[in-house]
C-alpha cells in the first residue's frame, strides 16, 4: 500500500516491498558466467553463418571463386561451429559449479538454435548451390529438414524429464558437426543426402547418447581440438592435410553411427536380463 504524505504530497512505499522489488528487477537481468560462455555460443554461430556467406557463397554467386579462399572461409566456419561446442560444453559445466541465472535455460535454447541448428542448415545449402553434382532444392529441403529436427529435439529436451547422465536422441551438437563431416566427405550427392536425413532422424529419435561428463567430456575437447587442427591443416593446404580431414569427418560420421548401436545393444541387454531375473523370480 502507498501512503500519501498530505504536507509534502510524496509517496512512501513500505520498506518490505521496496525490497521485494529490488531483489526481483535485477535477478531476471543480471547474466551470469554460464549465460556469457552461451553468448559466446550464440555469437560463434551467427559468425559461421557469416563465413559461409562471405567466403563460399557470394564468391560462386558473383564468379569470383578462389578455391583457397573457399576453403579458408569454410574451414573457419565449421571451426566456429567446433567453437560454439566448447562454449556449450562448458557453460553447462559451469552453470553446476558455480550459479544460473533464471534465463540460463533459454538462453542455451536460442544459442544453440543458432549455432547448430541454423549455422549447419545453412552450410548444407550453401553446399547444394557450389557443389558440382549437387541439387539446389533437394538441398534446401535436406537442410529444413536439419533445422526442424533440431528445433524438435530443443523442445522436447525443455519439457521432458529423462535420467541423469543421457540425452534422449543424437545432442544437437554432436548432430550439427556430423552434419558438417558429411558434407566436407565430398561424397556423391545422394549419399550424402541420405546421410544428412539419417543424422536429422538420430536427433529426433529416442535412442540413448551418454551426457559428456567427467573422461567422456575430456575425451570430448581432446576430439574437438583435434578437428580444429585438422580443419586447419586442410585450410592452408599442409601436406596431407585433405586426406587427414576426410579422415577425420569420417570418424565422426562412425561415431554418429556406431554409438546408437551401442546404445540400443545395451537396452536389449537390460531388456533380455530383466525377462530373466523375472522368470527366476516366477520359478517355484
Known sequence: MTVIDQDTQASWVPEAEAAEDE????????????????????????????????????????????????????????????????????????????????????LDNL??????????????????????????????VAAVVV??????RLARFSCVQLRDGIFQGMPSPFGALTVVSIVLLELPFVPTLLAIVGVAWLMVSRVEYPKPRGR??????????????????????????????????ALQVVLGAVIPLFATARRVNTFRDNRREARAAQLP
Open 111 to 140: 544459442s544453440d538454435l543458432i549455432s547448430f541448428g541454423l549455422a549447419p542448415a545453412y552450410f548444407v545449402v550453401v553446399w547444394g548451390m557450389v557443389a558440382d553434382d549437387a541439387h539446389q532444392r533437394v538441398s534446401a
Open 147 to 152: 533445422l526442424l529436427a533440431v528445433v524438435l
Open 216 to 249: 567422456l567430456a575430456v575425451a570430448m575437447l581432446s576430439w574437438i581440438v583435434l578437428s580444429m587442427g585438422l580443419l586447419a591443416a586442410w585450410a592452408f593446404d599442409a601436406p596431407g592435410g585433405e586426406l587427414l580431414l576426410q579422415t577425420g569427418c
Open 23 to 106: 531483489v526481483d528487477m535485477p535477478l531476471s537481468t543480471r547474466l551470469s558466467i554460464a549465460d556469457t560462455l552461451t553468448l559466446g555460443n550464440a555469437i560463434c554461430g551467427f559468425m559461421a553463418v557469416y563465413f559461409t556467406t562471405t567466403g563460399v557463397l557470394i564468391p560462386h554467386l558473383t564468379g569470383n571463386e578462389d578455391g583457397g579462399m573457399a576453403r579458408h572461409s569454410a574451414a573457419t566456419a565449421v571451426i566456429l561451429m567446433l567453437l560454439a561446442s566448447v562454449f556449450d560444453l562448458f557453460d553447462g559445466l559451469v552453470a553446476r559449479k558455480l550459479r544460473s541465472s533464471a534465463m540460463g535455460a533459454e
